[in-house]
Each structure stands twice: as C-alpha cells, then as structure tokens.
C-alpha cells in the first residue's frame, strides 16, 4: 500500500512539474491570491528539482507569481500584502543561494554558457518586474487609488528592482570567477575576450532576448509617458473650475508640478535607455 501512494505521488509530482513548466512559459503572470494548495505544490516541485539551473528557473515563476499576488494585495489587504512581499523576497533569495551553490569549473566554456542562459532568466525577470509593474500602476489610477497605496506598490517595486540588479551582478560575478580559472581567457585581449563572450550570449539566445525586453521596455515607456501626460493635462484642466478655494487651487498647483516632474522622469528615463541600447549592453 506504501508502495503504491509513493507512486502516484511521484506520478503526480511528475505531472505537475511538467504542467507548471508549460503554464509558466513567456507571459507574465496576471494578478490572483495564490492559495495554501498551489504554495504546497510550488515548494514540492522545486524540492524535487535537482538540476540547480531548472531549479533557478522555477524558483522565479514562483517569485514573479508573488510579485503579481503582491499587486492585487497592494489594493485589497495591506497586511497580506506584507506577507506576500516577505515570501517573494524569501524566493529570491533562494535562487540567489542556488546560484551561489553552482560550481564554477575549470573547463569553463559550459559554466560560461551556463552562466548566459542564467543572466538572461534573471534579466527577463526584472523585465516581468518592471511589466507587473507598468500594469498595477495603470490600473491604480483607473480606480482612483490612493496615494498611499501607489507609494506602497512603488516601493515595493523599486526593492524588486534593486534585487534584480544584485540577480544580474552576482551572475556576472560568477561568470568572471569562471574566467579566472579559463586559461585561454585569460591570456586573450579585452576586446577578444568580449567577442567571445557575445558569440556565447548570441549562441544562448541572451543577445535576442534582450532586444526583445528593450522593445517592450520602449513600448512600456511611451505608454507610461502618454498615461501621464493625459493626466497632467485633466489636472491642468481642473484649475479652470470657478469654484475652486484658494486652497484646492494651490494643492491643484502642486500637482500639476509633480505629475510634470513625473513626465520628464520618465522621457529622460526613456532617453538613458536609449542611449544605453545604443552602446550595447556589455554581457
């Protein structure tokens, strides 16, 4: 009898592994609580990964599933909200750890592939941050949310920033571990050796991938921009009414100057991107 649970538990085990992989392929996770039966499962299914780069990877569909959970929470539940930060930021952390645990090598060509194909699932995963994001933001202001609860949710989306950008650097850190020990890299020129490092992230599909997130990245800005210029322009519009106090009138005035600083944020937020695409985004 033992003998026969353990196997349709490993059959079912097996099965949803191989469903979570399929579901969680490309688009960003739409907003949803995630209950106490899927977080069982999600933890089974990482358990019993034990190809540390798969473990990476569904370590942070789980990670960007919290993050959408967050945003619906941001709104509904600022203490669930809370909790669900905490366990996004906790799954972070693992993949960081794993990512720590990965021996470097000495042969180095496969741990540097290796390291492409991780640095690029840790950039889409900023990507996804900044798109769950753009999305909560937008339907903030459609319903008319508080203050308060857009400073919370952009808080907490620039932590998820900041943890992305320590993702992408302890990846470089160890691809450069790798290079230390690679002879052959070692003794090539700096130029040489960035050739061979594009040829690698042509090879993993990082230099695609990340021409694909910069057009969204873009597609994003210019949505972000005409957002907030339309609503500049509705704040501007509202300094016509004639029955305005003086106090209504300045505290219009003084948002009209912040939704302006808002506007120009994000067109030279958009130009520094450009520039930065322009130059190429060093591997």
Same mark, same amino acid.
């Given at each position: 009898?033992?003998?026969?649970?353990?196997?349709?538990?490993?059959?079912?085990?097996?099965?949803?592994?191989?469903?979570?992989?399929?579901?969680?392929?490309?688009?960003?996770?739409?907003?949803?609580?995630?209950?106490?039966?899927?977080?069982?499962?999600?933890?089974?299914?990482?358990?019993?990964?034990?190809?540390?780069?798969?473990? @990476?990877?569904?370590?942070?569909?789980?990670?960007?599933?919290?993050?959408?959970?967050?945003?619906?929470?941001?709104?509904?539940?600022?203490?669930?909200?809370?909790?669900?930060?905490?366990?996004?930021?906790?799954?972070?952390?693992?993949?960081?750890?794993?990512?720590?645990?990965?021996?470097?090598?000495?042969?180095?060509?496969?741990?540097?592939?290796?390291?492409?194909? @991780?640095?690029?699932?840790?950039?889409?995963?900023?990507?996804?941050?900044?798109?769950?994001?753009?999305?909560?933001?937008?339907?903030?202001?459609?319903?008319?949310?508080?203050?308060?609860?857009?400073?919370?949710?952009?808080?907490?989306?620039?932590?998820?920033?900041?943890?992305?950008?320590?993702?992408?650097?302890?990846?470089?850190?160890?691809?450069?571990?790798?290079?230390?020990?690679?002879?052959?890299?070692?003794?090539?020129?700096?130029?040489?050796?960035?050739?061979?490092?594009?040829?690698?992230?042509?090879?993993?599909?990082?230099?695609?991938?990340?021409?694909?997130?910069?057009?969204?990245?873009?597609?994003?800005?210019?949505?972000?921009?005409?957002?907030?210029?339309?609503?500049?322009?509705?704040?501007?519009?509202?300094?016509?009414?004639?029955?305005?106090?003086?106090?209504?009138?300045?505290? @219009?005035?003084?948002?009209?100057?912040?939704?302006?600083?808002?506007?120009?944020?994000?067109?030279?937020?958009?130009?520094?991107?450009?520039?930065?695409?322009?130059?190429?985004?060093?591997?």
């Amino acid at each position: 009898m033992k003998n026969i649970i353990s196997l349709f538990l490993m059959a079912f085990l097996i099965i949803g592994t191989l469903g979570f992989v399929v579901a969680a392929d490309g688009d960003v996770p739409e907003p949803r609580r995630i209950g106490f039966f899927e977080t069982s499962m999600d933890q089974l299914r990482v358990a019993f990964t034990f190809n540390k780069e798969v473990k @990476i990877e569904k370590t942070l569909e789980i990670a960007e599933k919290r993050l959408a959970e967050a945003e619906l929470l941001a709104e509904e539940d600022p203490e669930a909200y809370e909790e669900a930060q905490a366990r996004y930021a906790g799954l972070v952390a693992n993949a960081e750890e794993i990512l720590a645990d990965i021996e470097s090598g000495d042969n180095s060509t496969e741990g540097l592939e290796q390291i492409a194909r @991780i640095q690029n699932r840790f950039e889409k995963h900023r990507d996804q941050a900044d798109e769950i994001y753009a999305r909560a933001r937008e339907r903030f202001e459609m319903n008319n949310a508080s203050e308060e609860k857009l400073e919370r949710f952009e808080m907490f989306h620039e932590r998820a920033l900041e943890r992305s950008e320590l993702m992408e650097e302890k990846a470089i850190a160890k691809r450069e571990m790798i290079v230390e020990k690679h002879e052959e890299l070692s003794s090539m020129s700096e130029d040489e050796r960035e050739a061979f490092f594009e040829e690698i992230n042509e090879r993993e599909g990082l230099t695609a991938d990340r021409e694909e997130r910069q057009e969204r990245l873009e597609v994003r800005t210019q949505e972000a921009i005409q957002n907030r210029e339309r609503m500049l322009e509705e704040t501007r519009a509202r300094l016509g009414e004639s029955d305005l106090s003086a106090e209504e009138r300045l505290m @219009i005035k003084n948002k009209i100057l912040e939704e302006a600083r808002e506007v120009e944020n994000l067109k030279a937020g958009a130009e520094d991107d450009r520039e930065d695409d322009s130059n190429g985004k060093k591997a």
